[in-house]
């Protein structure tokens, strides 16, 4: 069965600098891959999604990237702020399954 | 729009008991998913309806949770008998349509305990 890892341990960066966060897959590549923001005590959020085709996506201070070969998406802040400090989640689609896979998420804290 | 609401935000019951979680999607959204979170099996779809129908039930972990969708403005979903380790928080969204690319909304949760 697909297996999804994200970096188990939080992430800790000072503030302005560009947070980096990891999502590997197995076996076959989605269809597409989305990442999701989730705050304490509230329901993800969804921020960007990217196809197999695409590379790379952005979306203001957000970067997303997609590399088919080597079975993993970047999830980039750039100039990241304590407001950007929540548990990031990527999600993948498979055709066949038809449902989103979610990881076990990154927890990511940006001091000042 | 308020979004998708959940009821109750938060439920404590004894082992063997039943427990109904509510949720009311966004307005005019086709598709709601029931999902559970767990810090061990991270967040799992459970269900998911399209038009009102349950499109794919297969990760109901068994028999004890039924999930209904009587009319497209409201869907529940059932544990009965609890048992702890059904402890974990419960999710629904919704999204447009059924296409896999629509986004998908999420409610606050329902944190269920099982004592």
């Known amino acids: 069965s697909q297996k999804i890892e994200q970096n188990s341990e939080a992430l800790n960066i000072q503030e302005g600098k560009t947070a980096t966060l990891t999502c590997n897959y197995t076996n076959y590549s989605p269809a597409y891959l989305q990442w999701y923001r989730q705050d304490p005590g509230r329901g993800p959020v969804f921020l960007l999604l990217?196809?197999?085709?695409?590379k790379e996506k952005r979306k203001e201070r957000l970067k997303v990237t997609f590399d088919t070969t080597l079975k993993q998406s970047l999830f980039h802040i750039t100039a990241s702020q304590p407001a950007d400090s929540a548990t990031y989640l990527c999600a993948l689609y498979y055709n066949q399954g038809g449902k989103l896979i979610f990881g076990q998420g990154t927890e990511l804290s940006v001091k000042p | 729009d308020a979004g998708v609401i959940q009821s109750p935000r938060h439920e404590v019951t004894e082992m063997g008991q039943e427990v109904t979680l509510r949720c009311k999607p966004i307005?005019?959204?086709?598709?709601l998913f029931w999902y559970r979170q767990t810090m061990m099996r991270g967040l799992e779809l459970l269900i998911y309806f399209n038009n009102n129908v349950p499109i794919d039930d297969s990760g109901m972990p068994e028999d004890r949770f039924s999930a209904k969708m009587p009319n497209a403005s409201f869907s529940t979903l059932k544990i009965q008998p609890s048992e702890p380790r059904d402890s974990a928080v419960y999710f629904c969204?919704?999204?447009?349509?059924?296409?896999?690319?629509?986004?998908?909304?999420f409610g606050p949760g329902t944190r269920l305990t099982v004592l």
């Open positions: 969204a919704s999204s447009l349509g059924r296409d896999p690319t629509d986004t998908q909304y």
């Open positions: 990217i196809r197999e085709n695409e």
């Open positions: 307005s005019g959204h086709n598709s």
